[in-house]
């Protein structure tokens, strides 16, 4: 079946730095992936809406200076977080919509564990 | 807009026994789509089953099945048999078939724990 690969699974980066996390449509493609995050025990929560070749929608209250998307391809998008800061720690998880589908079936990556130091 | 409720925060289900799991919705989208996912610690998300809003039977998967009422406006998931393995965090979510984009809208969730 389709496979939504996300990388790395597991990132602790210093105060300050950036953190770029990767989420791959494995066999087929995907105009439009969704960033969510997930604090601990909690919901998940859409970041921002992923489009190939436009700029990314952003959910209300998402800083898009310090989460920057990019969408290159019909198979990637990443996520980076910028000047990251121990607050930013979180589980972040991307999904992805195949083209073809009708919208039936939503497939998740193996999220990745951001830890700021 | 869209929105999931999941009343139920934890539930306990013996061994073997069968539990449904409560998912209520509100939407104005004429066509939409319910999913249950199921997320272990490890965090990922597990598809487990999905209900159009217009299919007329109500979907099974294995040991799952979704107990759609449309005019209850409810999408509870039923897991038979339970297995020590189904201990997890069950997530009800809905999406707008309307559009393409539009992004699935999560429950609060419900964390199932299975005894022996």
């Known amino acids: 079946g389709a496979v939504v690969s996300q990388h790395p699974s597991r990132v602790i980066c210093k105060s300050g730095t950036s953190v770029k996390i990767e989420c791959r449509s494995l066999?087929?493609?995907?105009?439009?992936m969704f960033w969510y995050r997930q604090f601990p025990k909690k919901s998940l929560m859409l970041m921002a809406t992923?489009?190939?070749?436009?700029?990314?929608?952003?959910e209300q209250g998402v800083e898009k200076d310090k989460f920057l998307i990019n969408h290159a391809s019909l198979t990637l998008s990443t996520l980076t977080v910028t000047s990251a800061h121990p607050e930013d720690s979180s589980f972040y998880i991307c999904?992805?919509?195949?083209?073809?589908?009708?919208?039936?079936?939503?497939?998740f990556g193996e999220g990745s564990w951001l830890t700021v130091v | 807009a869209q929105k999931i409720t999941q009343t139920q925060p934890g539930m306990f289900v013996q061994e073997k026994e069968a539990v449904t799991l409560d998912c209520t919705y509100d939407?104005?989208?004429?066509?939409?789509?319910l999913f249950w996912y199921k997320q272990p610690s490890s965090g990922e998300m597990i598809f487990l089953i999905y209900?159009?809003?217009?299919?007329?039977q109500n979907a099974t998967e294995g040991r799952y099945s979704l107990n759609f009422q449309k005019a209850r406006k409810s999408a509870n998931l039923v897991i038979s048999a339970s297995q020590l393995g189904d201990s997890a965090m069950y997530f009800c979510?809905?999406?707008?078939?309307?559009?393409?984009?539009?992004?699935?809208?999560f429950g609060k969730g419900t964390r199932l724990s299975v005894i022996a």
């Open positions: 979510a809905m999406r707008g078939l309307n559009s393409g984009n539009t992004p699935l809208v």
């Open positions: 209900q159009g809003s217009y299919d007329q």
């Open positions: 066999d087929f493609q995907a105009t439009t």
């Open positions: 992923s489009n190939e070749g436009s700029k990314a929608t952003y």
């Open positions: 939407t104005s989208d004429p066509s939409y789509g």
């Open positions: 999904s992805a919509r195949e083209v073809r589908n009708s919208g039936n079936t939503i497939y």
